[in-house]
């Protein structure tokens, strides 16, 4: 079956603009994570979803970020006024129950802030 | 508290050889240690886990081994293949309230190249 599916694949922005990443996970899990990949650098968590509620939005760097889920299927990731620092490979991962360890990643979305 | 050190940060092997990555955490609430393994262009994608309660796991050529005194644990590949050729991430989780999913949190990662 279908994997989970980011989109854009990439994304080139100036500084200061606001983007949107989408993730669509795997039809019927209701476990939505979003990481953050840092050149050289392992994964970051930023936010978990269950359903479409936000339970632990812990890993969010500031208030520049934020996310939702509707439906309980699709995930938009927004950065507002974006900074070069946020230049990374933004990961979704979905997983079929929130007591499931299993998270299966998408190929990511590679931000470029210029 | 919730760091996982990764090493080596890069290996070469040659084609037939083992691989060994290690993992070391602090966090002693972990409950949970899966590799990962990623392609160039690709999402991360589960190679194996293992939870507290054994020292051992092995699937195919791919191995972990885990020290619950040491706080380590670590990835062996046997009979590596030019196809192995990836970046690893260890990674570990906490079984805490439900409602908080499982977060993980990563190593750094290391890039394997198997040379044939």
């Known amino acids: 079956g279908a994997g989970v599916s980011q989109s854009p694949s990439n994304k080139v922005t100036e500084k200061g603009k606001d983007v949107e990443l989408r993730c669509d996970p795997i039809?019927?899990?209701?476990?939505l994570y979003w990481y953050r990949q840092s050149l050289g650098q392992g994964l970051e968590f930023l936010i978990y979803?269950?359903?479409?509620?936000?339970?632990?939005k812990s890993g969010l760097p500031s208030d520049r970020f934020s996310a939702e889920r509707t439906g309980g299927s699709v995930s938009t990731l927004t950065i507002q006024r974006t900074q070069q620092e946020d230049s990374a490979v933004y990961l979704c991962?979905?997983?079929?129950?929130?007591?499931?360890?299993?998270?299966?990643f998408g190929p990511g979305t590679r931000l470029t802030v210029l | 508290q919730q760091q996982v050190k990764q090493s080596p940060q890069s290996l070469i092997v040659q084609k037939g050889g083992i691989s060994i990555i290690n993992c070391a955490y602090e966090n002693t609430a972990f409950d949970y240690f899966p590799w990962y393994q990623q392609f160039p262009g690709k999402g991360p994608a589960l190679l194996i886990a293992?939870?507290?309660?054994?020292s051992e796991k092995k699937e195919g050529r791919f191995t972990i081994s885990f020290n619950k005194s040491a706080k380590q644990f670590s990835l062996h590949i046997m009979d590596s293949q030019p196809g192995d050729s990836a970046t690893y991430f260890c990674?570990?989780?906490?079984?805490?309230?439900?409602?908080?999913?499982?977060?993980?949190?990563f190593g750094a990662g290391t890039i394997l190249r198997v040379k044939s």
């Open positions: 979803f269950q359903g479409n509620s936000a339970p632990d």
């Open positions: 293992i939870r507290p309660d054994v």
């Open positions: 990674a570990a989780s906490v079984a805490g309230p439900m409602e908080y999913g499982n977060k993980l949190v």
């Open positions: 991962a979905s997983s079929p129950r929130r007591s499931t360890d299993t998270q299966y």
């Open positions: 039809s019927g899990h209701t476990a």
